[in-house]
C-alpha cells in the first residue's frame, strides 16, 4: 500500500501548481483524502480534505478560495489545484489517506505520502 505525492517545484508568487497523489496496492475510492504541509521549522498543519465520494470538502483558512483538492476515484488519484501562491505556501506537501472520516486531524489518517516539496519564490 503506497502513496506517492509529485508535482512540487518551484514557482514564482502568484502561480500555480498542481499536485497529484497516486495510491497503488489498493483502492483508496472509500477513503477520506486529505493534503497537509509541513513548512521549515514548523509543525505539520492540515491543508484540505475529501470525503469518499468528492461531495465535500474542508480547508484550512490559509488556504480556502486558492487551494481547491479533488479526486478521481476511477484513477485511485486525488489532487490539489494550488493557485495564487505566496511565500507562506512553501512547504513539503504530504497527502494521506483515512479509512474513517474527513477530518483536518492528522491523527485520522491512516496512509501517508512521501511528501513533494513546494517552493515560492518572491
Known amino acids: 500500500v503506497q502513496l506517492q505525492a509529485f508535482g512540487g517545484g518551484l514557482v514564482q508568487a502568484g502561480g500555480s501548481l498542481r499536485l497529484s497523489c497516486a495510491a497503488s496496492?489498493?483502492?483508496?475510492?472509500?477513503?477520506?483524502m486529505g493534503w497537509f504541509r509541513q513548512a521549515p521549522g514548523k509543525e505539520r498543519e492540515f491543508v484540505a480534505a475529501?470525503?469518499?465520494?468528492?461531495?465535500?470538502?474542508n480547508y484550512a483558512d490559509s488556504v480556502k478560495g486558492r487551494l481547491t483538492i479533488s479526486r478521481d476515484r476511477a484513477k485511485n488519484t486525488v489532487y490539489l489545484q494550488m493557485n495564487s501562491l505566496n511565500s507562506e505556501d512553501t512547504a513539503v506537501y504530504y497527502c494521506?489517506?483515512?479509512?474513517?472520516?474527513?477530518?483536518?486531524?492528522?491523527?485520522?489518517?491512516?496512509?501517508w505520502g512521501q511528501g513533494t516539496l513546494v517552493t515560492v519564490s518572491s
Open positions: 494521506a489517506a483515512s479509512r474513517r472520516v474527513m477530518s483536518s486531524a492528522d491523527n485520522e489518517y491512516d496512509y
Open positions: 496496492g489498493r483502492s483508496f475510492s472509500s477513503y477520506a
Open positions: 475529501i470525503n469518499w465520494n468528492g461531495g465535500w470538502t
